[in-house]
T-cell receptor, first 109, second 113 residues
Framework: GQQVMQIPQYQHVQEGEDFTTYCNSS?????IQWYKQRPGGHPVFLIQ?????EVKKQKRLTFQFGEAKKNSSLHITATQTTDVGTYFC?????????FGQGTELSVKP | AAGVIQSPRHLIKEKRETATLKCYPI?????VYWYQQGPGQDPQFLIS???????DKGSIPDRFSAQQFSDYHSELNMSSLELGDSALYFC????????????FGPGTRLTVL
C-alpha cells in the first residue's frame, strides 16, 4: 500500500535555529497533510497541500509540495520552545490518513 | 468551538478482558475515524464510518469491532485484550465535503496488564 517515509526521526535544536522535516513517497500523492502532536497530546491539523510545487506559509512555518508530488517538507524558521512536539506528514487516501513516522522536535532554550 | 470527545481518557484492563471506547464527533460532522498509536509510533488507521455506515477498514484485529449510532457517536469494542493492545486510541471526525482535515479527540490511553 501507499507509504510515506519521513526523516529525520529526531531533531534537537537550540532555540532560534531553523528546523526542517522531509516526507517522501515512491509514488505520486494526490495530497499531503501535516499534523503536529504535542507531548501527551493529539494530532492537530496544520495544512493540506494538493498542487504540484505548492508552497504555503503560516507565520514561521513553510510547507512545500514537490513538483512531482512525491515529496513534501515543513520548515520552521527561528524555532521557539512552543514548537516542541512531533510533526507528522500524512496522505489522505480516500478518507483514511496514512501517516509518516513523524519527526520529534526538541528545542533547547 | 466544540471538539471531539472521547471517553474514558484512561482505561486499565487485564489480559482477556473486554474494553469499550466511546467517541462523540464534532456536531454535524458526518465521518468518524479510529486510529491506534503505539508508544513512539505514528497513528495507524483502524476503521471509519460515513453517515453511520462502515466506509473503510484498516489493520483492525478481528477481536475489535466498531459501530456508529443514530446520534453519530461511535464505539470501539475490543475483546480478548492482549498486552500488545496497550496504546493510545484516537477518534477523529470530519465533514466529508469540507476537504481532508480531520479533527482528533484527546484519545483514550488503554493499558492492558
Amino acid at each position: 500500500g501507499q507509504q510515506v517515509m519521513q526523516i529525520p526521526q529526531y531533531q534537537h535544536v537550540q532555540e532560534g535555529e531553523d528546523f526542517t522535516t522531509y516526507c517522501n513517497s515512491s509514488t505520486t500523492l494526490s495530497n499531503i497533510q501535516w499534523y503536529k502532536q504535542r507531548p501527551g497530546g493529539h494530532p492537530v491539523f496544520l495544512i493540506q497541500l494538493v498542487k504540484s510545487g505548492e508552497v504555503k506559509k503560516q507565520k514561521r512555518l513553510t510547507f512545500q509540495f514537490g513538483e512531482a508530488k512525491k515529496n513534501s517538507s515543513l520548515h520552521i524558521t527561528a524555532t521557539q520552545t512552543t514548537d516542541v512536539g512531533t510533526y507528522f506528514c500524512a496522505y489522505n487516501q480516500g478518507g483514511k490518513l496514512i501517516f509518516g513516522q513523524g519527526t520529534e522536535l526538541s528545542v533547547k532554550p | 468551538a466544540a471538539g471531539v470527545i472521547q471517553s474514558p481518557r484512561h482505561l486499565i484492563k487485564e489480559k482477556r478482558e473486554t474494553a469499550t471506547l466511546k467517541c462523540y464527533p464534532i456536531p454535524r460532522h458526518d465521518t468518524v475515524y479510529w486510529y491506534q498509536q503505539g508508544p513512539g509510533q505514528d497513528p495507524q488507521f483502524l476503521i471509519s464510518f460515513y453517515e453511520k455506515m462502515q466506509s473503510d477498514k484498516g489493520s483492525i484485529p478481528d477481536r475489535f469491532s466498531a459501530q456508529q449510532f443514530s446520534d453519530y457517536h461511535s464505539e470501539l469494542n475490543m475483546s480478548s485484550l492482549e498486552l500488545g493492545d496497550s496504546a493510545l486510541y484516537f477518534c477523529a471526525s470530519s465533514l466529508r465535503l469540507a476537504g481532508g482535515e480531520q479533527f482528533f479527540g484527546p484519545g483514550t490511553r488503554l493499558t492492558v496488564l
